[in-house]
């Protein structure tokens, strides 16, 4: 079955440090990974997606994400962090056979301190 | 554009009542979900539609809830009757086209309270 794990309940960052959420997946065949980003009472926003191509994808708000397939991970990282990026991130995965399907992990809480 | 539209925002309902929330996708997207989200964990898929048929309800427990998407646009989604465990915040979310691996746009999210 599909799955994606985050490690991290929470993590803390000062700004302008550069920051990594961390995200490993279990998949059958080639993996789709998605990151969404939940600021608080929103709903969800999607950064960005790798479904083929270059290791590095680049998102939105400065973000990117490097897929890794010998350690299975899509870690999401941003060269300098700021204080407005404190939110909730999702990692997700798309389902093997159900078109669009996505399966989330359980979401990391970035907190960037001033 | 428009986003994807949620109403209400907030319920607070005694356990065994029943309870609808209301979502309208982005305009001329054809696939619409409905997502559980506890408080701590991430979203669970309750149901997919692609216009008006179900794609997947695996996960959705039939025995009390239920929705609808008549004419392929907006959808409803009722619990009857509510539990405590069902406190969460109900997600719909909408994509232009299946399969095409599209990005998924999300509504603000209805918090439900079972007291």
């Known amino acids: 079955a599909q799955s994606v794990a985050q490690p991290e309940d929470q993590v803390n960052v000062a700004e302008g440090n550069p920051l990594t959420v961390k995200c490993t997946y279990s998949v059958s065949g080639n993996p789709y990974l998605f990151w969404y980003v939940q600021y608080p009472n929103r709903g969800l926003q999607f950064l960005l997606k790798?479904?083929?191509?270059?290791?590095l994808v680049k998102g939105s708000y400065g973000f990117e994400a490097e897929f890794n397939k010998s350690q299975t991970s899509f870690h999401l990282k941003k060269p300098s962090a700021l204080v407005s990026d404190s939110a909730l991130y999702f990692c997700a995965v798309r389902h093997l056979t159900i078109p669009d399907k996505l399966i989330f992990g359980t979401g990391t809480r970035l907190q960037v301190f001033p | 554009e428009a986003g994807v539209a949620q109403s209400p925002r907030y319920k607070i309902i005694e356990k065994r009542q029943s309870v609808a929330f209301w979502c309208n996708p982005i305009s001329g997207h054809a696939t619409l979900y409905w997502y559980q989200q506890i408080l701590g964990q991430g979203p669970k898929l309750l149901i997919q539609f692609q216009n008006n048929g179900v794609v997947d309800d695996s996960q959705l427990p039939k025995d009390r809830f239920s929705a609808e998407r008549l004419k392929g646009v907006d959808s409803t989604l009722k619990i009857q009757p509510a539990k405590l465990e069902d406190s969460a915040v109900y997600l719909c979310?909408?994509?232009?086209?299946?399969?095409?691996?599209?990005?998924?746009?999300f509504g603000p999210g209805t918090r439900l309270t079972v007291l």
């Open positions: 790798y479904i083929t191509g270059d290791n």
């Open positions: 979310a909408s994509s232009p086209a299946s399969g095409l691996y599209n990005e998924q746009f």
